[in-house]
């Protein structure tokens, strides 16, 4: 069974930071690109960040220069460090595996991010 479990979500003010950590178990980890995605409500699902199982990285220009996404396959483990964080932050952030051959994507169940005074 593929389990994404998203953990590291809070209430902060703005300005302040965040970590958010996803660990898979089910799938040979190392084979997934795994990426960062955050929902607010009313609003689609958005790709916020990326990272290859080759660590090729990529960033939306929302949250260049502030967050960034890194990987420690030993423990299956996607993060993504968020600084300076913005009340437009606010969403439900989750996770995703992607595996291309044969084609597989696997969703968390999301971690609050809420970001306000």
């Known amino acids: 069974q593929v389990r994404l479990v998203e953990s590291g979500g809070g209430l902060v003010q703005p300005g302040e930071s965040l970590k958010l950590s996803c660990t898979a178990s089910g799938i040979d980890f190392s084979l997934h690109a795994m990426t960062w995605h955050r929902q607010a409500p009313g609003k689609q699902r958005e790709l916020v960040a990326s990272i290859t199982n080759s660590n090729i990285i990529n960033y939306s220009e929302s949250v260049k220069g502030r967050f960034s996404i890194s990987r420690d396959n030993a423990k299956n483990t996607v993060y993504l460090q968020m600084n300076n964080l913005k009340p437009e932050d606010t969403a439900v952030y989750h996770c995703?595996?992607?595996?291309?051959?044969?084609?597989?994507?696997?969703w968390g169940q999301g971690t609050q991010v809420t970001v306000s005074s």
């Open positions: 995703k595996a992607v595996r291309l051959i044969p084609v597989r994507t696997y």
